[in-house]
């Protein structure tokens, strides 16, 4: 799954930077605007994609541990 996530989050920065390429090649705000958007949600993607995997290494930690029933 991870190997997926990291394939997808590579191909939109890659899309974001053909998208800047674009903009910067006919000088239009919009596909830059564009650009730095789909660049913003892959970085936004591998955050909460760690973040998750930290939380469930957490839940995992604890359901492992019989101290939290007390």
């Given at each position: 799954m991870l190997i997926a996530i990291l394939i997808f989050d590579v191909l939109l920065v890659a899309w974001s930077l053909h998208l800047m390429q674009e903009a910067f090649n006919t000088q239009e705000f919009s596909l830059m605007?564009?650009?730095t958007l789909v660049?913003?949600?892959a970085a936004a993607?591998?955050?909460v994609y760690f973040?998750?995997?930290s939380y469930f290494g957490y839940l995992t930690q604890?359901?492992?541990s019989p101290s939290?029933?007390?």
């Amino acid at each position: 799954m991870l190997i997926a996530i990291l394939i997808f989050d590579v191909l939109l920065v890659a899309w974001s930077l053909h998208l800047m390429q674009e903009a910067f090649n006919t000088q239009e705000f919009s596909l830059m605007l564009a650009g730095t958007l789909v660049a913003m949600s892959a970085a936004a993607m591998l955050v909460v994609y760690f973040l998750m995997g930290s939380y469930f290494g957490y839940l995992t930690q604890m359901a492992q541990s019989p101290s939290y029933l007390y």
